[in-house]
């Protein structure tokens, strides 16, 4: 199995995701991972924190990289950036985003991104284990938890968690040096990929290039949403019936 973990902040979420990547490389024998961060000289001292902990291989895009809005354009170029490595590397089997909290300022990389590589998607991933075919999640939606589960390749974004962060190890350390560390330069940034998408028939989402990508938490999260409504509904019911009285 294959690993690719994006760092923006080293913040919980994106700890979250390299524990878990590390979690399941202990438990499925021939798992790699690799890291990628983009950005200045701090994002490639991260680099190396992750590779101590993770081991793996590291690929790092220089900052620069802008829109005309002047902010960075995570989806295109996290699509961008990964289609390169995958030229070096190879197809990656998952893929683990840590959600980033407002007060960092980032502009985290969102579903576009998964839509683009045609791949499944899960959001507020708390715990997350794999198998050959399938990856398992317990999720967090309008604080309620779900198991689900989705076939391979995945985007994973990670959430907060109370999970605590290996430390690295001795020979991690001395083994994370810069020449761990490919360089990504000139990307060449395009419009994402999307297409027009149609519903099949066992309720997944067909692209028109043959490639079926399947949010597994479309159906629950419409669910969640009649529920939240069906609250919200009952909530000024019972407010209006107070005024009146």
Known sequence: MRILVYLQSFQAGDRHALETAAAIRDAQKGTEITVLAAGG??????????????????????????????AEPQDEM?????????????????????????????????????????????????????GCKTV?????????????????PCVLFFGKSGASLRHPTVAGILGATDN????????SLRPLPLKVC???????????????????QTQQALEDLCLFLEAHEVFHREADHGEQQ
């Open 78 to 130: 996290l699509y961008a950036a990964v289609r390169k490595i995958e030229e070096t590397e190879g197809k990656f089997d998952l893929i683990l985003i840590g959600e980033q909290p407002e007060e960092t300022g980032l502009f985290p990389a969102g579903p576009g991104f998964a839509e683009a590589m045609g791949y499944s998607q899960m959001s507020g991933v708390e715990t997350a284990s794999a």
């Open 41 to 70: 000289w701090r994002k490639k001292r991260m680099l190396k924190e992750a590779l101590a902990i993770s081991g793996g291989r590291a690929w790092f895009a220089p900052a620069g990289i802008e829109d005309e809005a002047g």
């Open 180 to 187: 761990k560390i490919d360089m990504l330069q000139c990307l």
């Open 198 to 216: 149609r519903t099949s028939k066992n309720g997944g989402i067909g692209r028109k290039d043959g490639i079926l990508r399947r949010d597994c």
């Open 136 to 152: 398992t999640a317990v999720t967090v939606f309008y604080g309620r938890q779900r198991i689900l589960s989705a076939g391979l």
